[in-house]
T-cell receptor
Framework: SQQGEEDPQALSIQEGENATMNCSYKTSINNLQWYRQNSGRGLVHLILIRSNEREKHSGRLRVTLDTSKKSSSLLITASRAADTASYFCATGFNKFYFGSGTKLNVKP | GAVVSQHPSWVICKSGTSVKIECRSLDFQATTMFWYRQFPKQSLMLMATSNEGSKATYEQGVEKDKFLINHASLTLSTLTVTSAHPEDSSFYIC????????????FGEGSRLTVL
């Protein structure tokens, strides 16, 4: 990818389990954003965390940011089949680059 | 939330023709719009950044004469794929950043281009 890597590339879990995805980036940032993409569709913004924040919550989502390691994680708790999608992190200042993405499959 | 409309959602064209894709911010003013390209099962690759009233800034390796970007107003940016060839077939997605706000990006639904 242009900016960094995410792992795992693919994740398959049962409904109700938690899903954790990680994102690493290469350059300095002022914020990091997580997006979700359903197959063949545009992206939907999930959450933004600023460089001076370490953790942020939104509903079932929990994002952490470690600027010293240039990494972030997205945790989805109590996953649902409808959470099945690809998840991307994006970083940048005046333009935004996306990580390689994690394809999440939540089995009912 | 803010809405970005992208049109057409899919287009099929013959090799050698040009195709224009529009990206509109419907309920906010977008000073900056971004154009991405996505290959199957891959991430989004930033092609160019366009600011209203100025020339687009292209990423390394993206041919500016091939992919013409115009950002004539605060609500409209267009991407024209000139003299399209089969290798230009891809999913093109635009995004817009609001003039005010937190800096999050709002995405169109994407345009799938197939060049025969």
């Amino acid at each position: 990818s242009q900016q960094g890597e995410e792992d795992p590339q693919a994740l398959s879990i049962q409904e109700g389990e938690n899903a954790t995805m990680n994102c690493s980036y290469k350059t300095s940032i002022n914020n990091l954003q997580w997006y979700r993409q359903n197959s063949g569709r545009g992206l939907v913004h999930l959450i933004l965390i600023r460089s001076n924040e370490r953790e942020k919550h939104s509903g079932r989502l929990r994002v952490t940011l470690d600027t010293s390691k240039k990494s972030s994680s997205l945790l989805i708790t109590a996953s649902r089949a409808a959470d099945t999608a690809s998840y991307f992190c994006a970083t940048g200042f005046n333009k935004f680059y996306f990580g390689s993405g994690t394809k999440l499959n939540v089995k009912p | 939330g803010a809405v970005v409309s992208q049109h057409p959602s899919w287009v099929i064209c013959k090799s050698g023709t040009s195709v224009k894709i529009e990206c509109r911010s419907l309920d906010f003013q977008a000073t900056t719009m971004f154009w991405y390209r996505q290959f199957p099962k891959q991430s989004l690759m930033l092609m160019a950044t366009s600011n209203e009233g100025s020339k687009a800034t292209y990423e390394q390796g993206v041919e500016k004469d091939k992919f013409l970007i115009n950002h004539a107003s605060l609500t409209l940016s267009t991407l024209t794929v000139t003299s399209a060839h089969p290798e230009d077939s891809s999913f093109y997605i635009c995004s817009a950043r609001a003039y005010t706000g937190s800096g999050e990006l709002f995405f169109g639904e994407g345009s799938r281009l197939t060049v025969l």
